[in-house]
């Protein structure tokens, strides 16, 4: 059974830095791509970043680009994904996701297993 597991969230100012874990188990890690999306109240769930099942790629959204940094450690089935100078209108529930194959990385119907998600909030 697989499962990815978000943590790291919380409540944080404008201008400060979370970073969020998501641990996978159930798959084999070094295989799969992996993604972080976020999704505010009311709007659809959009791409955040991705990184691919090397590690030798990454993808960010253009709103994060030079503020947040996707990694992952194979040794650990862990993504992580660091932000910083984070801004209120990063306010949302974050979910990593898991894909197998290569293709599209900013779509969400491409991923294969969802993480349950963590909030984060950003206060002005």
């Known amino acids: 059974q697989v499962q990815l597991v978000e943590s790291g969230g919380g409540l944080v100012q404008a201008g400060g830095s979370l970073r969020l874990s998501c641990a996978a188990s159930?798959?084999?890690?070094?295989?799969?791509?992996m993604g972080w999306f976020r999704q505010a109240p009311g709007k659809e769930r959009e791409f955040v970043a991705a990184?691919?099942?090397?590690?030798?790629?990454?993808y960010y959204a253009d709103s994060v680009k030079g503020r947040f940094t996707i990694s992952r450690d194979d040794a650990k089935n862990t993504v992580y994904l660091q932000m910083n100078t984070l801004k209120p209108e990063d306010t949302a529930v974050y979910y990593c996701?898991?894909?197998?194959?290569?293709?599209?990385?900013?779509?969400?119907?491409?991923?294969?297993?969802w993480g349950q998600g963590t909030q984060v909030t950003v206060s002005s």
């Open positions: 996701a898991a894909k197998h194959y290569s293709g599209n990385y900013l779509k969400p119907d491409e991923y294969d297993y």
């Open positions: 159930g798959l084999t890690f070094s295989s799969y791509a």
């Open positions: 990184i691919t099942w090397s590690g030798a790629h990454t």
